[in-house]
């Protein structure tokens, strides 16, 4: 399992526009907050997908075992957490 954030204030270097139309703007269409995500991994299928528009601390990410995770696991497995300093 592991937990990303995605900062709003991060501008994309690349983007899509028509053929023969270069791809400029300074607009930043990410909006103005951090997305986190929880997540886990199992057989390179990702599951028990969770995300917080808000920091994650040690209470959210209980809830997040406790809700989430612990109900799609299947009998007998080992969870393994990357760099979890809660």
Same mark, same amino acid.
């Given at each position: 399992?592991?937990?990303?954030?995605?900062?709003?204030?991060?501008?994309?270097?690349?983007? %899509?526009?028509?053929?023969?139309?270069?791809?400029?703007?300074?607009?930043?269409?990410?909006?103005?907050?951090?997305?986190?995500? @929880?997540?886990?991994? %199992?057989?390179?299928?990702l599951f028990?997908?969770? %995300?917080?528009?808000?920091?994650?601390?040690?209470?959210?990410?209980?809830?997040?075992?406790?809700?989430?995770? @612990?109900?799609?696991?299947?009998?007998?497995?080992?969870?393994?957490?990357?760099?979890?300093?809660?």
């Amino acid at each position: 399992m592991d937990e990303s954030g995605f900062e709003a204030g991060t501008i994309r270097s690349h983007g %899509y526009a028509p053929i023969g139309t270069p791809c400029i703007d300074s607009y930043n269409w990410q909006g103005k907050k951090r997305t986190n995500v @929880i997540g886990a991994l %199992y057989e390179k299928a990702l599951f028990a997908l969770d %995300y917080f528009e808000k920091n994650i601390n040690g209470d959210i990410f209980y809830n997040w075992c406790k809700n989430t995770l @612990i109900p799609s696991l299947k009998i007998k497995c080992v969870i393994v957490m990357d760099n979890a300093s809660f």
